[in-house]
């Protein structure tokens, strides 16, 4: 494999590792601050790609479109946390499951009705949708974007958790609920806002994710499996845990998929290498998780 399409799939994989890290970054705020599973979370990455598709011709553009979109599904998470998900935090953890199962389910079904069953494609903005030449690599700019705006929010995400009086009112909550509660803290509200910062992050996921897949019914689904490895491959509650999850899932799980075939081709013939790569490629991510917790049973960067 030449250097270029090697550096190709590189980027690739840093590309599919901070949209996991938009996803894993509120969903660990959520369980790590709230004890809260929340199995619906694809689903906001869902509402947020459809949203956009749907916003972009009323709103003239991709960016505003993007920008509305975020923010309605972050109140739409508020909204959630308010009506269905406030009186589950002192349920056990298999009420929270079938609960937001059946939110999968009611949000799966409210797009089929509202947008029909059939993938929209949506197309990226006219400034990013060539390519920009890296030392020869002809990489999209959209996909750069998407590695851009990764970066930027894992930045402004460590400043809010590390810096802020708000980061320290939700460390505090997540350590000792009790307490914050007595000193005079509104947790009830700060936990909606965690929630609809969590949901509001999925949105910009999924309306990112929208000019690179197809935005179909049922795609929070297929992200929130490896949303769930990274997390526990990073450390449960931790933004720094899910950033270096989130990173080295993307890039294992693309370099396996471009590579393993490849090798298996230099000791079996063509289709048996690719369907033994294909299926050495799933495990890739699974055999990392199993590696990551044989060292550290809590994840590489645990939340203290």
């Keep these: ?24 970054a ?12 929340n199995l619906a979370h694809g689903s906001f990455y869902m509402v947020g790609a459809y949203l956009t598709a749907a916003l972009v011709p009323m709103l003239g553009g991709f960016l505003p479109a993007l920008a509305v979109a975020v923010l309605l599904t972050a109140l739409l998470g508020l909204a959630v946390e308010v009506v269905a998900l406030r009186t589950l935090y002192r349920r056990d953890h298999l009420d929270q499951v079938l609960a937001t199962f059946g939110l ?11 947008f029909g069953p059939v993938p929209i494609f949506l197309n990226p903005p006219a400034a990013l949708a060539g ?17 851009g705006t990764g970066l ?4 402004g995400l460590w400043l809010l958790i590390s810096r802020t009086r708000v980061g320290m009112l939700i460390r505090a909550g997540a350590t000792n609920r009790e307490m914050v509660m007595a000193l005079g803290v509104d947790v009830r509200l700060l936990f909606g806002l965690v929630f609809a910062l969590g949901c509001g992050l999925a949105g910009l996921a999924g309306a990112m994710a929208g000019p690179v897949l197809a935005v179909q019914v049922g795609m929070g689904e297929q992200i929130l499996i490896l949303t769930f490895v990274v997390i526990v491959i990073g450390g449960i509650g931790s933004i720094r845990g899910a950033f270096a999850g989130a990173l080295l899932v993307g890039v294992v799980d693309t370099l396996g998929r471009a590579l393993l075939p490849a090798t298996f081709r230099l000791v079996m013939d063509a289709a048996s290498a690719n369907a033994a790569g294909a299926a050495a490629a799933s495990m890739a991510i699974y055999v990392l998780m199993a590696l990551v917790l044989a060292v550290r049973p809590k994840g590489l960067f645990p939340a203290a």
Excluded: H
């Design 26 to 37: 509120g969903l660990t705020l959520v369980f790590g601050i709230m004890d809260l599973i």
């Design 1 to 24: 494999m030449d250097f270029l399409l090697l550096a190709e799939q590189g980027l690739n994989g840093l590309q599919l590792g901070v949209m996991l890290f938009l996803m894993a």
């Design 152 to 155: 930027a929010v894992a930045a």
């Design 104 to 114: 999968i389910l009611f949000f799966n079904e409210l797009v089929r009705i509202l």
């Design 131 to 147: 390519t920009v030449d890296l030392w020869g690599l002809k990489y999209p700019a959209f996909r750069l974007a998407i590695l």
